[in-house]
């Protein structure tokens, strides 16, 4: 049996930083730290959870709040939270929420009835109330795009106005001067961010720009860019999201309009599914297992005791072939 005592000598290091780093109970090294969990993966360590619960009274579960599991979005992201807290001897308990606030409401009840240690909330609808009980509980959070930072609360913001702008620029460097914007729900924050980010560029561009709210979905991506070209003479379409863009796709290939020769589709995700379309989808990727992982880092250091910070996350355009010139 893999004790803790070969972990420590594998890595070089003492039982008792193998306990610091596993526990979080006190800061050591990055180095050191990455040395220990390399040895508790190599060697196929597995620390006695259900003592670890009845000593520090915390759960050795921690929770992942997604709010649609059915979205291609967010495997990858859950993939390398899971794995991040595997590798530290804990499990992650992923919850869906269908973008339902109550439901929300009651996954914090049952994080705190579990007595998870921490949880990340990959939205950004999630109310004041909700994050104002899991501080006062103790519990460490995580949310995409809350803002400011407080007491065992962190942020993860990914900068959508850099893709935004850069598919933009690409988009008016083909000769496109009539864009038009699939966004999403107008109650999400994300999705607002990403339309004011798109007015801004089109504007700055002094390009005709149209938009209209969608609901991140492929049947929404559908509906909606027939509703815009009915309407507005655009020669290119960025959507929100990949499914809506792949809807547009879907939309503009129903009523006989050429990719890219007639109209131009720009997504926002980098989904696995846009290098699939046809044409393959040109969109802003989001490094989303980096986020999986900076997610659960960020959790467990303000369980050990780091304060909560903002970390922004960059992104970048992928361009392939259902963009071209005019």
Same mark, same amino acid.
């Given at each position: 049996?893999?004790?803790?005592?070969?972990?420590?000598?594998? !890595?070089?290091?003492?039982?008792?930083? /193998?306990?610091?780093?596993?526990?979080?109970?006190?800061? /050591?090294?990055?180095?050191?730290?990455?040395?220990?969990?390399?040895?508790?993966?190599?060697?196929?360590?597995?620390?006695?959870?259900?003592?670890?619960?009845?000593?520090?009274? *915390?759960?050795?579960? $921690?929770?992942? $709040?997604?709010?649609?599991?059915?979205?291609p979005f967010f495997p990858e992201i859950t993939t390398a939270f899971q794995e991040a807290a595997n590798a530290t001897g804990l499990e992650?308990?992923?919850?869906?929420?269908?973008?339902?606030?109550?439901?929300?409401?009651?996954?914090?009840?049952?994080?705190?009835?579990?007595?998870?240690? #921490?949880?990340?909330?990959?939205?950004?609808?999630?109310? /004041?109330?909700?994050?104002?009980?899991?501080?006062?509980?103790?519990?460490?959070?995580?949310?995409?795009?809350?803002?400011?930072?407080?007491?065992?609360?962190?942020?993860?913001?990914?900068?959508?106005?850099?893709?935004?702008?850069?598919?933009? #620029?690409?988009?008016?460097?083909?000769?496109?001067?009539?864009?038009?914007?699939?966004?999403?729900?107008?109650?999400?924050?994300?999705?607002?961010?990403?339309?004011?980010?798109?007015?801004?560029?089109?504007?700055?561009?002094?390009? =005709?720009? *149209?938009?209209?709210?969608?609901?991140?979905? &492929?049947?929404?991506?559908?509906?909606? +860019?027939?509703?815009?070209?009915?309407?507005?003479?655009?020669?290119?379409?960025?959507?929100?999201?990949?499914?809506?863009?792949?809807?547009?796709?879907? +939309?503009?290939? =129903?009523?006989?309009?050429? &990719?890219?020769?007639a109209l131009s589709v720009v997504g926002f995700d980098d989904i696995t599914f846009a290098q699939f379309t046809q044409p393959a989808l040109?969109?802003?990727?989001?490094?989303?297992?980096?986020?999986?992982?900076?997610?659960? *880092?960020?959790?467990?250091?303000? $369980? !050990? #005791?780091?304060?909560?910070? /903002?970390?922004?996350?960059?992104?970048?355009?992928?361009?392939?072939?259902?963009?071209?010139?005019?």
């Amino acid at each position: 049996m893999v004790t803790i005592k070969k972990v420590a000598e594998r !890595a070089g290091v003492s039982v008792a930083t /193998v306990s610091y780093v596993l526990n979080a109970v006190r800061k /050591v090294r990055p180095e050191t730290q990455q040395r220990v969990l390399a040895a508790v993966k190599e060697l196929g360590y597995t620390p006695n959870t259900a003592a670890r619960s009845l000593v520090s009274g *915390r759960s050795s579960i $921690v929770g992942l $709040v997604v709010p649609d599991i059915g979205n291609p979005f967010f495997p990858e992201i859950t993939t390398a939270f899971q794995e991040a807290a595997n590798a530290t001897g804990l499990e992650a308990m992923v919850i869906n929420t269908s973008y339902d606030a109550q439901r929300t409401r009651n996954v914090v009840e049952r994080l705190a009835a579990m007595q998870v240690p #921490g949880a990340a909330f990959l939205t950004s609808q999630v109310d /004041v109330a909700v994050k104002e009980s899991l501080a006062k509980r103790g519990i460490a959070a995580v949310y995409m795009d809350y803002g400011e930072p407080g007491p065992r609360i962190s942020s993860i913001a990914v900068n959508y106005r850099q893709g935004m702008l850069e598919a933009i #620029g690409h988009l008016a460097g083909l000769g496109h001067r009539r864009l038009a914007l699939i966004g999403g729900p107008a109650h999400g924050a994300a999705a607002q961010r990403r339309k004011l980010a798109f007015l801004e560029g089109t504007d700055a561009a002094g390009l =005709d720009a *149209r938009v209209i709210d969608s609901d991140f979905t &492929v049947q929404g991506g559908y509906f909606s +860019c027939a509703r815009l070209l009915s309407a507005f003479a655009a020669t290119a379409v960025i959507a929100a999201n990949d499914l809506m863009a792949i809807g547009a796709l879907h +939309c503009a290939f =129903d009523h006989g309009i050429a &990719v890219p020769g007639a109209l131009s589709v720009v997504g926002f995700d980098d989904i696995t599914f846009a290098q699939f379309t046809q044409p393959a989808l040109t969109t802003v990727a989001v490094p989303r297992a980096e986020i999986g992982r900076l997610a659960f *880092r960020t959790m467990w250091g303000m $369980v !050990a #005791g780091e304060a909560g910070r /903002v970390y922004e996350v960059g992104t970048s355009l992928v361009v392939r072939g259902s963009t071209g010139k005019v």
